[in-house]
């Protein structure tokens, strides 16, 4: 491995995955966001190439991040359940299941080329110790296995551990503090911290592949002191504002350290924003319809940016569909190696968009849970399927499209269109609103390419077992490992397994 | 005046007014159009600054321009009906009235600083003989009166004139074809060039104003061939395409003929985006609520970027709310011209906020007719009057705000909140889509804040003489002047003056 300023044979690059949670494509000011309070990010994509049409696998954290770092869609890798017909599933601490052994993740396969692995933040593929990231691949890890919800009794149900590496170091709101009425706490300036640290450990050493992969604009909402009140959008902005801030140090590190020329980054999110929670806690998809749990365009359309000085040239736009699968399959590409040879990846290698401005034709396939919701194909959107949430639950005030109401098409029954699917035209209506006439010659031939690769997708599906179908309050993070040593055991209620029950 | 590269004292500066017609904040690549097939406007953003809080005085056409003219609300200056609370009204051709003599145009006060005038493309402020722009201080004029609706019959309505200065040169459909079936038209690339040439022909004489409004982008939407079937966004797409090359060729020009740092360039649209006329005609406003016709965000607030060179340093972005009428203002400032002081006058100078950063605090009002509909300060907005439009026109499938729905908000009523005013922060909520409690501190301080400037705005308001209140269909583009020379006179029918009738 090169020192700074020696002359060196190329090098396999490392490789930095900046995933937020929750945030949304209109988050940001490049992308149209009135406040523009994400100057670094903005700069990030001035100095890179942005990607307008870039996608999760997923509108929810645990499968989005189990497709990310597998490559494959979650029904493929077990991240789904079958309680229920397309109900998204994730991991709370009651959960049973995780990323099974069977699943190759992206980090166990950069070993094989020497990088040393660390992810920072949540990491949501299965709390129990057969999960644990540091058996996947991660060499160090410094975060949470579930999402930051709390305070707990620590009776009824016990408060989300941190860990660092393989033992936890404390738990949310007893070691690691958030306040709910302020929305104060001073984790992202850890994760920034743990982020630079290990940045500057690996610098010059082996290469390295960071996933950074915070949760401040999670809800509940977050940003330490400095932050808290400097943003125009109320306290998700300042969540938004910290994040910013922090990969502006990161982007400037790598260039202090003169490694920024080896060093790919790669910036998106896991879902789209969670209108359930906005304003003050939930973000903005722009003009996308709904918003995370759904297949709208607002669940499943991600922020997305890639940076890597040199190699990409500034103030690029690329059009390419691009989905979190494809940063498995780009990473092992730059590190030199091949996916696993014996499974289905979904996930392509976009290092011909991102260096030479290719476009490689490709679906998006929006899954909820087991089904298989709608399909893009250029700029064509099909909806098999389509559902919002249901009248039960919209009555009670949960509401995945506030103020957003398309007739037919934000359905509170799940709607059947597998005959005659709606189809939209995402250039001319990015927000779903004007399904194209069935009638019109216009639909027939947009229905005549994407039937085919339908049909040719369902016919080689052979989904995964389902791993989240079932869920045990024994199983919940009573006595994480190093518990002992921090007086931090609790005692586990009785195993009493049964069907999770998963509302939307 | 200097010739080129010749030493010069500071000379008043040239003024580009390029005002869109029914273009929406959410049309731009920089404001988060998906497609970002606007890379002039884009770049003019990045040379220049960016204001994503500006505003029109009016959601519709001519109100929108005689507020612009004049620099005062249209219920000042006369641009306004009474024929029903709170309605919309504009100029079609058997429309009697237009703009008073006894309203200054900004035109007219350029010319006492020897300023040569020209107006291209739509007038819209009253097409009968004393409404002329040549009346009102323009020098030049290439355009039409009217809207480019038709075709018509010439029997029960004529089509409507095109003007090279005084007299007529052709009327649409007939000597400057519009095909409603391809949306061809080569009308751009004539207000194109009308403005190279008058940019040329002035360059190194007296200072100039060029007032560009084009009118591509309002139905039916046009493009010329070369730009039809490109985008990505339909024909509207095409006509937002052409329209941005041909502004980065104006911006070439003042570069090339070394007159950059001498010419203030302004960009801004009319009105929000008719959505309308959605999806294949109509723009976006991006996260804003409804478009044209309606004084929630949509149709109100526009995209708005000036351009400098040497004066306005690169890539700024500016939060200062600015309206059109500050146009008026702040080009009148720019010739070193006081607006007149014998009258209220609404819009205030930018110049502090575009060469110095400062942020100048004003109210924002919300018109819709003869009523102020809702008030911005700050970040607040406050609405004493909602309605989209009529149930009757609903029903009828006219829909101002399709896909969106807010309880209470999006009313098709005519709803008065002035005892309570529906309360909206546009920071956190920029879609207005969450009004805030009535009974939280936030919603006494705001308007305990709000109140008193609304108490001074009403009790000063003395409204003029409304002068869009009589149609008569001999006041028609029968015969203009010229037509005589083109054998293209009509006949009026008889004279039956009677109350214009607006819908919304
Ligand atoms: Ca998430
Ligand atoms: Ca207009």
């Not at 296995?145 to 551990?161: E, L, M, S, T, V």
Request: hydrophobic content about 35%.
């Amino acid at each position: 491995w090169a020192s700074p300023g020696a002359e060196a044979a190329p090098q396999t690059p490392n490789i930095v995955l900046l995933l937020m949670d929750d945030m949304g494509w209109g988050d940001l000011g490049v992308n149209g966001e009135p406040s523009r309070e994400t100057p670094n990010l903005d700069r990030m994509a001035a100095e890179g190439m942005l990607f307008p049409d870039f996608y999760t696998a997923n509108p929810l954290c645990s499968p989005s991040r189990a497709a990310l770092l597998t490559g494959r869609l979650p029904i493929r890798n077990g991240f789904y359940t079958t309680n229920g017909h397309a109900r998204n599933a994730y991991t709370p601490q009651e959960v049973v299941g995780g990323i099974q052994d069977s699943e190759f993740l992206l980090p166990e396969l950069l070993k094989k080329a020497g990088y040393v692995n660390k992810i920072v933040g949540k990491w949501h593929m299965g709390h129990r110790p057969q999960f644990h990231p540091l058996k996947h691949g991660f060499d160090e890890w410094f975060g949470s296995p579930n999402c930051h919800f709390g305070p707990y009794d620590n009776k009824a149900r016990p408060n989300i551990p941190v860990y660092r590496n393989w033992e936890m170091v404390g738990r949310f709101y007893e070691d690691f503090p958030i306040n709910l009425k302020t929305g104060e706490a001073n984790l992202t300036q850890i994760y920034l911290k743990e982020a630079m640290d290990f940045i500057k450990q690996q610098a010059y050493k082996q290469p390295f592949f960071l996933y950074w992969a915070v949760d401040a604009t999670h809800a509940p909402v977050y940003a330490s002191k400095a932050f808290l009140g400097t943003s125009q959008r109320g306290r998700y902005g300042d969540a938004v504002r910290e994040i910013d801030d922090s990969i502006g140090k990161i982007l400037k590190l790598l260039q202090d350290l003169g490694i920024q020329e080896n060093t790919f980054v790669f910036f998106t999110s896991d879902n789209g924003a969670a209108l359930i929670s906005a304003p003050s806690q939930g973000g903005s998809n722009a003009p996308f319809l709904c918003g995370k749990e759904t297949t709208f365009e607002g669940g499943m359309r991600e922020p997305a940016i890639a940076w890597w000085p040199g190699h990409i040239s500034a103030g690029q736009v690329s059009h390419q569909l691009g989905n979190v699968m494809d940063l498995f399959t780009t990473s092992l590409s730059l590190a030199g190696l091949q996916p696993p040879g014996d499974r289905e990846i979904d996930g392509i290698d976009l290092l011909p968009a991102i260096t030479q401005g290719k476009l490689i034709d490709r679906p998006i396939f929006y899954y909820r849970g087991n089904e298989m919701m709608a399909i893009r194909v250029g700029l064509y959107k099909a909806h098999y399927w389509t559902w919002s949430n249901s009248w039960e639950e919209f009555s009670e005030g949960v509401d995945f499209c506030p103020g957003q109401n398309v007739s037919g098409v934000t359905t509170h029954n799940q709607e059947k269109h597998t005959e005659l699917p709606l189809l939209f035209h995402l250039g001319r209506d990015p927000g779903e609103k004007y399904p194209i006439s069935v009638s019109s010659p216009e639909y027939q031939a947009a229905l005549h390419r994407i039937s085919p690769i339908v049909e040719e997708h369902e016919k080689t599906m052979i989904p995964a077992a389902p791993q989240l179908n079932v869920c045990n309050p024994a199983v919940m993070n009573w006595a994480p490992p190093g518990c002992e040593k921090l007086g931090k055991c609790l005692s586990p209620p009785e195993s009493t397994p049964k069907k999770c029950f998963w509302p939307h």
